[in-house]
């Protein structure tokens, strides 16, 4: 089995002369004429010619990068964004002291009282 590629003109505009696929000295399961009208190869995949110019497919890529490069920046903007708002909203908040549902008491004389009449116990209750 073997495809034979058309005589072609390159990207330099030169007239390369058609082949018969596989070439003499190449690979022998590259019986397809590949690639791109103006780029021609033998391959193995019988789906892998182009009927475009190998330019074209540069254009998509820029194009591709383009929109790429676009997202990436619209991306990092919503990134910024969202950081500045989130630092804007809790150096806005009023500064309010954790509620932790405890009532909390200085130290003073209910405290000590307290102290003194627990340990009275617990000596009272050593010495029985």
């Known amino acids: 089995m073997s495809s034979e590629c058309s005589s072609y003109l390159n990207a330099d505009r030169v007239l390369v002369s058609g082949f018969s696929c596989p070439r003499v000295g190449g690979d022998a ?9 103006d780029v021609k190869y033998c391959c193995d995949d019988p789906h892998s ?10 254009w998509l890529s820029i194009g ?5 490069s676009i997202a990436a920046v619209v991306l990092f903007a919503f990134i910024i964004t969202v950081c500045v708002l989130c630092y804007l909203f809790i ?17 003073g004389k209910a405290t000590s009282s ?15």
């Open 29 to 37: 399961r590259a019986v397809y004429c590949c690639g791109f009208q």
């Open 49 to 58: 010619f182009f009927p475009y110019e190998h330019s074209y497919m540069w």
């Open 64 to 68: 591709a990068l383009v929109g790429l």
């Open 91 to 107: 150096s806005t908040k009023p500064r309010s002291k954790l509620d932790t549902g405890l009532s909390l008491q200085t130290a």
């Open 114 to 128: 307290l102290l003194d009449a627990t340990n009275k116990s617990h000596y009272q209750q050593e010495a029985e």
